[in-house]
């Protein structure tokens, strides 16, 4: 019962945590099909750009961060374990020490 009771509430919070994924997916799937056409590619050149972050909306910078949103961020050890995901380290062997975030 107790297993049972743990699952219904990982589901419940899981299904509060990824609300504007499932919302966003029942409207259709993205109408490319996960193959990007390339637009901001054809944008950069087109307006003479070296670097393609000059004609993305949201670009991240050379660390791959997000400076608008901070992502990604450091994620504590409840939420790992409440998705079960564990972080491995060199050698696929779980790591002591989680990566740190620039």
Same mark, same amino acid.
């Given at each position: 019962?107790?297993?049972?009771?743990?699952?219904?509430?990982?589901?419940?919070?899981?299904?509060?945590?990824?609300?504007?994924?499932?919302?966003?997916?029942?409207? !259709?799937?993205? *109408?490319?099909? #996960?193959?990007?056409?390339? %637009?901001?590619?054809? =944008?950069?050149?087109?307006?003479?750009?070296?670097?393609?972050?000059?004609?993305?909306?949201?670009?991240?910078?050379?660390? !791959?961060?997000? *400076?608008?949103? #901070?992502?990604?961020?450091? %994620?504590?050890?409840? =939420?790992?374990?409440?998705?079960?995901?564990?972080?491995?380290?060199?050698?696929?062997?779980?790591?002591?020490?989680?990566?740190?975030?620039?």
């Amino acid at each position: 019962a107790t297993t049972a009771t743990t699952t219904t509430t990982t589901t419940t919070n899981t299904n509060e945590d990824f609300k504007h994924l499932t919302d966003a997916l029942g409207f !259709g799937t993205p *109408p490319h099909g #996960g193959i990007a056409i390339g %637009v901001d590619r054809l =944008a950069a050149i087109l307006c003479s750009e070296d670097n393609i972050r000059e004609v993305i909306a949201f670009p991240k910078n050379t660390y !791959g961060n997000d *400076p608008m949103t #901070g992502a990604p961020s450091n %994620v504590c050890e409840e =939420a790992l374990s409440e998705y079960h995901i564990s972080l491995l380290g060199c050698g696929g062997k779980p790591s002591k020490n989680p990566v740190k975030i620039k």
